[in-house]
């Protein structure tokens, strides 16, 4: 049978309501945390960029002279010598244009030796008196001209045998095929891009730098060592010799493009390497543990310990770099102040923490003697 709530006592009735309400939280648990002294020492600093090896001379090869592409001699990666045929057009135009230039010089030949013959027979008309002086004057201007339209068709024949052997893309110097642009069956224009060959000889490495770092690199080039190369896959460091900045951004990625000398460096077109710019030795530098600094509210932070209390709460920091697996902190922190530096994104403002200590390592009991006999 139910139980009327008219019978319960009052002070049952206080307990039951008491019940039914809702629970106080449960304290946050006192976690262990490790920490650091902040200490300022005297560093050197260190900046990395992704470099690429590149040729010191990279050509454009294209013909002088439009038409239909028919063959390329040539692929990706192939080793060209000097005066090696690259590519071929169809060349038959040409050709029939160097035929009708060569009877040009026919036909202008023929003119100039028929207007010297007449020359020679009006010099001994004249002598005998027979024509005037004039008359002679003007069969010696007709021969002079035969004798200038000669030499025209002659140089006309001349470039037109030129235009014939355009038709041959040949290398310049020894190199190494990086690009190919055209295809065979494809009409070019003259002058358009062919094949891209890197010419042998010195190898830049290239990186590219932000503004208001093209300071730090120059400054480094002048000072011995200071400017090195880590190919990839080596941990070994070589040094560099700055050879060319650009004078203007890029214009998408608004970086300056710098180029430095490999040197003597046994490298290969396209390699990765790593260019390493040492900043010079700055005091008072404050490093962090990676694993110290988080994100908060949209800025850099770290969890600064209160010995007294023993309660953390956060404090923004300012980033300088990095350095290894430990962060510059350019500021926002003063040496003697004691820093989280392992379970950082467990923590809330004002919790209490206390000191990690590590376990001591258990000794294994040494075996028991044996028993004597």
């Known amino acids: 049978m139910p139980i009327s709530l008219r019978v319960v006592p009052p002070m049952l009735l206080a307990l039951l309501l008491s019940a039914c309400g809702k629970q106080p ?28 090896v590149r040729p010191r001379v990279e050509a454009r090869l294209s013909f002088r002279v ?3 592409l028919l063959s390329r001699e040539v692929d990706l990666g192939s080793t060209v010598k000097p005066g090696q045929v690259l590519a071929r057009i169809d060349a038959q135009d040409l050709m029939l244009a160097q035929t009708a230039a060569q009877a040009s010089v026919a036909a202008a030949r023929t003119n100039r030796d028929q207007a010297g013959a007449d020359y020679k027979r009006f010099v001994d008309l004249q002598r005998q008196g027979f024509i005037s002086a004039a008359e002679l004057e003007r069969r010696d201007s007709a021969f002079k001209a035969a004798q200038a339209q000669l030499e025209q068709a002659k140089a006309q024949a001349d470039v037109q045998v030129n235009q014939a ?10 190199g190494v ?10 009409v070019l224009a003259a002058g358009t891009p062919v094949l891209r060959v890197a010419l042998d000889g010195p190898r830049d490495i290239v990186f590219a730098v932000q503004e208001d770092q093209i300071a730090a690199v120059r400054a480094a080039a002048a000072r011995p060592g200071a400017l090195k190369v880590r190919l990839w896959g080596s941990e070994q460091l070589w040094p560099l010799s700055l050879r060319e900045v650009a004078a203007a951004a890029d214009p998408v990625t608004r970086t300056f493009l710098i180029k430095a000398d490999a040197g003597k460096l046994d490298v ?4 990765t390497a790593t260019v390493v710019v040492d900043l010079p030795q700055q005091a008072g530098i404050i490093k962090l543990p990676l694993a110290a600094v988080l994100e ?17 709460k956060p404090q923004p920091v300012q980033v300088g770099g990095a350095d290894g697996n430990e962060v510059v902190v350019a500021g926002g922190l003063k040496p003697g102040q004691e820093v989280v530096i392992a379970g950082v994104h467990v923590l809330n403002p004002g919790q209490k923490v206390k000191r990690y200590v590590p376990p001591r390592e258990s000794v294994a009991p040494s075996a028991a003697p044996a028993a004597s006999r």
């Open 268 to 271: 290969r077109l396209g390699q």
């Open 25 to 52: 939280a449960a304290p946050e648990p006192e976690r262990a945390v490790r920490t650091q002294l902040v200490s300022a020492s005297a560093a050197t600093r260190a900046q990395e960029y992704a470099a690429e």
């Open 177 to 186: 095929v990086t690009g190919v642009d055209a295809e065979p069956g494809q």
């Open 66 to 68: 439009s038409g239909k």
């Open 296 to 312: 908060q509210g949209g800025k850099t932070s770290v969890w600064v310990l209160d010995g007294t209390s023993m309660t953390v």
């Open 165 to 174: 052997a355009y038709a041959q893309l040949r290398a310049d110097a020894a």
